[in-house]
């Protein structure tokens, strides 16, 4: 099931469902299409918990990537569950008709990533392998004192293969690297690119005078990738309205009141200033203050005021009010057009990011119990400039800090070579912040050894805690909102009134000024105009909404532990994470599976300052796997994720969060043909997903393709993808086993309603085409 955020759980060879329970992804969430040798691979065999059966295709290119919906803060690549062939509706998705709609205002972020992509694994739930033999010989064929080198082939790849910041660094494997692009018709175009090269890999395995074997290995490592710096999404929504504008004329002359006999007026003058009216908003942004209540009119004002029509005075007097408003309100609808529109568009931003690391593990063991420690250290940078300065000093000191060391006392009995696997995948279920970079690692661990009479019982607990250091992405987002109006047509008059004259005839006119009050029926000799035109212009109005996401890498410190038995592992962990506020969590969460098929998962994970990405989280689920007959089965399961404190402020805007989740899963595995059926039930939690079902399937057209696709035929979402279909093909050319994965997804995006009550949505395709080499 589903992890809380921020919460890898890098352990076991697991089988996940074609689609997990939708955890909550942030709007940067990317994943990449992936797809496993065999999708029939029966449930018992392989390797045990916390070794990665090596996978045929395209993977994640690295921890971190360039996506369109994979945030950096969430795991991605190495956890129980792979990624989903379609994902539900992920919370940025559910959210986007929210903040396009001028009535509702809200969070945005929607992935159009056919890197949501990926081939399914046989299980729903995660489900730990354990091996019963414990046949683990880490000694040379002759060891002596003196070390002996051992080639990476001669012992089990359980042993050999070590995870970095959520990939799998095999013994005999030299290097790796992956280059792709995606591209749609509503994002930008974006390459991205992975690579990894290991080199000065040693091993070699030497026996104490105290009977104590030492097997030693280490390599270096260099690695490079894009990351994401900045995602900007805009939608513009675009309405057909007729914009009501108001011409409003005003004189009131009459005898000056100090008695001189001079005619005055008891208006101020103010008058529009037409060339200075925002051709956007329609709105005046200049009106001149011509006169003052008091001013004497002049005989030649006098006159022209007193012909037929409005005026405002002559010689460069300018008196009354002549005020133009052309945008005074604004009705659904025009002539030219029957509803409105939506435009949607994400443009994504990406850095370099290098690491440099030396990974050290060493495996001491006596008669009856053995120690491994595992130490990875090196600098890793974001080659961005606004980076905190901090991260560049912890890069710099990372390969000064210690190499830890395992311990056993020596015995007067050899060496027992039958050490516990599960030592190992204790070392492998260390949990390490998903989507970052690894600055510091270094763990011990230790377990029991089984003596040759013990083999075929049950494998003893071994336990290993670690602390970590390292730099995980922290994003913040801002929000902008704009409205212009555009297609401005010619004013057309709807009303128009009005009349002027003096004595019994003036029109009756009310002035106040200042708190003032002059009435045209308390004044004497007066002479007063009147005009008022009411107009309407057809037009377009356009809202702009935009939402920019920034990610910045922070210091990180977790201290993490795990204890694994034969069919269960139970992990521990705590951390502070800085950023524009400290965060600090703590947590833990079980799994494990029984003998006769049935899974269970289960943790908790709670902050201290939670966040829109990070925030308190409790998850279960359970499954049971049914065989049918040879490499077929049946597995159903169900899990929830509750969000507990999600924060959904972004500046003055209250979002509901849409984090939480019921599910329901069912998965037929008919060997080479797999379907998969996946239904979240909406409105049982706090902060739900909305309801949708998705149906997905995958076909292994032998070893060297295998087709995937997936569709919703059922949807409450806002937005979320509808279908999709993906290819991988394994290209035989040489020793770099290329794999080729081709991905096509369309996503629906539903804006709520246009201002005539007309639903109002749009659909994206978005293609992703991913090379990677291994050698």
């Known amino acids: 099931m589903q992890e809380p955020p921020d919460q890898a ?18 709007p940067e969430q990317t994943t990449t299409v992936m797809f496993s040798q065999s999708a029939s ?13 090596p996978q045929s295709s395209v993977g994640q290119a690295d921890s971190v990537q360039v996506g369109g919906e994979a945030s950096p803060e969430y795991p991605s690549t190495y956890s129980e569950l792979d990624p989903a062939i379609a994902p539900t509706c992920p919370l940025a998705d559910c959210a986007e008709d929210s903040i396009a709609n001028p009535e509702i205002p809200g969070l945005t972020g929607v992935s159009t990533q056919a890197s949501d992509l990926a081939q399914p694994q046989p299980e729903i739930t995660a489900q730990p392998r354990f091996s019963r033999s414990q046949s683990m010989d880490v000694r040379a064929p002759d060891a002596t004192v003196a070390p002996t080198a051992i080639a990476p082939g001669a012992l089990s790849p359980v042993v050999t293969s070590i995870p970095v910041d959520g990939e799998l660094i095999e013994a005999d494997q030299a290097g790796r690297a992956a280059v792709g692009v995606q591209l749609g018709d509503d994002r930008s175009t974006n390459l991205t690119f992975s690579g990894r090269a290991v080199f000065d890999r040693t091993l070699e395995s030497s026996t104490t005078a105290g009977n104590v074997t030492v097997l030693r290995q280490s390599q270096r490592l260099l690695r490079g990738q894009n990351v994401l710096r900045q995602r900007q999404l805009s939608i513009t929504r675009q309405d057909p309205v007729t914009v009501l504008g108001q011409h409003i004329q005003t004189t009131l002359l009459a005898d000056c009141l100090d008695g001189s006999g001079a005619v005055c007026t008891f208006t101020p003058g103010l008058v529009t200033d037409r060339d200075r009216i925002d051709p956007d908003t329609l709105q005046p942004t200049q009106i001149d203050q011509t006169s003052n209540v008091g001013d004497v009119v002049s005989h030649a004002s006098l006159a022209a005021i007193q012909t037929p029509g409005f005026q405002g005075g002559a010689e460069g007097q300018a008196l009354g009010l002549d005020l133009y408003f052309p945008n005074t309100t604004t009705l659904a609808g025009n002539g030219r057009a029957t509803g409105g529109t939506a435009q949607r568009y994400e443009q994504f931003d990406t850095v370099p990011a290098i690491a440099y690391s030396e990974i050290f593990q060493t ?3 006596n008669a009856d119990q053995a120690a491994l420690a595992r130490t990875i250290r090196g600098p890793a940078v974001v080659l961005d400039a606004d980076q905190p300065v901090i991260n560049f000093a912890l890069a710099a000191i990372a390969l000064l800090l210690p190499e830890v060391q395992p311990f056993v006392p020596s015995s007067d009995a050899p060496s027992n070579p039958n050490l516990n696997q599960g030592l190992f995948f204790a070392a492998n279920n260390t949990r390490i912040p998903a989507n970052s970079l690894t600055l510091y690692q270094a763990g011990v661990g230790s377990s029991a050894t089984p003596s040759a009479s013990e083999t075929g019982q049950n494998a003893p607990w071994a336990n290993f805690n670690a602390v970590w250091l390292g730099l995980s992405p922290v994003t913040e987002r801002s929000y902008q909102a704009s409205r212009r109006f555009a297609n401005v047509g010619s004013p057309r008059t709807l009303f128009s009134a009005g009349g002027e004259g003096g004595g019994l005839n003036a029109p009756q006119t009310l002035s106040v000024v200042n708190g003032e009050i002059f ?6 000799n007066v002479y007063s105009q009147n005009y008022f035109t009411l107009f309407a212009q057809e037009a377009d109005r356009l809202d702009r909404f935009v939402q920019t996401d920034r990610i910045s890498y922070h210091p990180h410190l977790s201290l993490t532990g795990n204890v694994t038995g034969e069919s269960s592992i139970f992990r521990y962990y705590a951390g502070t994470l800085a950023g524009p506020t400290l965060q600090a969590y703590g947590g833990g969460n079980v799994q494990g599976q029984t003998a006769d ?3 269970y998962q289960a943790g908790l994970i709670g ?3 939670p966040s829109y990405d990070r925030y308190s989280n409790l998850s279960a689920g359970v499954s049971q796997r049914l065989p049918l007959g040879d490499r077929q089965k049946l597995t159903l399961g169900t899990g929830f994720n509750w969000a507990l404190d999600q924060n959904t402020t972004l500046q003055d805007i209250e979002q509901q969060s849409q984090g939480s989740d019921v599910t329901l899963q069912a998965r037929l595995d008919l060997g080479d043909f797999t379907l998969g059926a996946t239904q979240v039930v909406g409105d049982l939690l706090p902060n739900s997903q909305a309801s949708r079902t998705v149906l997905d399937a995958v076909v292994n057209l032998g070893p060297d393709l295998t087709l995937a696709g997936f569709w919703a035929p059922f949807d409450n979402a806002a937005s979320a993808p509808q279908y999709g279909l993906a290819a991988d093909v394994a290209l035989r050319m040489g020793t770099l086993s290329p794999h080729l994965v ?3 997804q369309n996503t629906l995006y539903r804006y709520g309603a246009d201002l005539l009550g007309n639903a109002l949505s749009t659909r994206s395709n978005t293609v992703e085409v991913l090379l990677k080499l291994d050698w």
């Open 9 to 26: 759980m890098p352990a076991p060879v697991l089988e996940a469902a074609v689609v997990p329970t939708p955890a909550p992804m942030p």
């Open 41 to 53: 691979r029966a449930a018992d065999g392989g390797e045990g918990p916390g070794y990665r059966q």
């Open 363 to 365: 495996v001491v063991a």
């Open 519 to 524: 009435a045209s029926s308390s004044l004497s």
């Open 597 to 599: 098929g049935f899974a």
């Open 607 to 609: 902050y201290i300052n």
């Open 742 to 744: 081709v991905s096509w």
